[in-house]
Structures are given as structure tokens and as C-alpha cells.
Nanobody, 115 residues
Framework: QVRFVESGGGLVQPGGSLRLSCAAS????????MDWYRQAPGKQRELVAA???????NYADSVKGRFTISRDNAKNTVYLQMNSLKPEDTAVYYC?????????WGQGTQVTVSS
């Protein structure tokens, strides 16, 4: 069974930075794509960034140039470096992977950007 433990969320001022981590277990981590999603209050969950097993990445337009997704296969961990944070980045952030037909989610970590 795939399990994730997320960490790194918190309260930060606009313009600040945070790094989220998602440690995986119960899976051949290196073989699969990993994603970060977020969900703000009253909004649908949205894809923020994805990294393929090859290392190729893609990002939502709203975070391009500010966020960087990376992975360390030796540590079974995926990261999301978030810079130049804005109040509209406030949300619960989830790591995710898909093993068709199943989706696996972390428990979520709260990121709040406020002065």
C-alpha cells in the first residue's frame, strides 16, 4: 500500500519561501510520476506541479517561475520549493500519485501566506 507523509507547511509572509516534503513508502517510488496539488477554501483541488520518473516537470501557470518540484529517489521523497509566495497560494497542499486505477494522496499540509 502506498503511503505518504508530508511536512514543511506553515505560516509565511508574502514574498517568503517554504519547502514542502513528501516521503513515500510501500511503492517503487522511482518508477512513477509524483504530483503536488492544492486546495483553497471553497475551491476545487488543482494541480500545482508534476514530476515524471524521467525527471521532466510541468507546472500550473500560476506558479511557473516561483515553484520548483524535485525528487530524491534514494530517499523516496518529492519536494516542492515555493518562493515569492503570495496570499493566493494559501491552501492545503497534497502530494499524489496514480497507480491506475487507484489514486493515492497524502494527508495534506497547510500553507498560509499572510502578513
Amino acid at each position: 500500500q502506498v503511503r505518504f507523509v508530508e511536512s514543511g507547511g506553515g505560516l509565511v509572509q508574502p514574498g517568503g519561501s517554504l519547502r514542502l516534503s513528501c516521503a513515500a513508502s510501500g511503492t517503487i517510488f522511482s518508477a512513477y510520476a509524483m504530483d503536488w496539488y492544492r486546495q483553497a477554501p471553497g475551491k476545487q483541488r488543482e494541480l500545482v506541479a508534476a514530476i515524471q520518473s524521467s525527471g521532466n516537470t510541468n507546472y500550473a501557470d500560476s506558479v511557473k517561475g516561483r515553484f520548483t518540484i524535485s525528487r530524491d529517489n534514494a530517499k523516496n521523497t518529492v519536494y516542492l520549493q515555493m518562493n515569492s509566495l503570495k496570499p493566493e497560494d494559501t491552501a492545503v497542499y497534497y502530494c499524489h500519485t496514480r497507480r491506475a486505477p487507484y489514486d493515492y494522496w497524502g494527508q495534506g499540509t497547510q500553507v498560509t501566506v499572510s502578513s
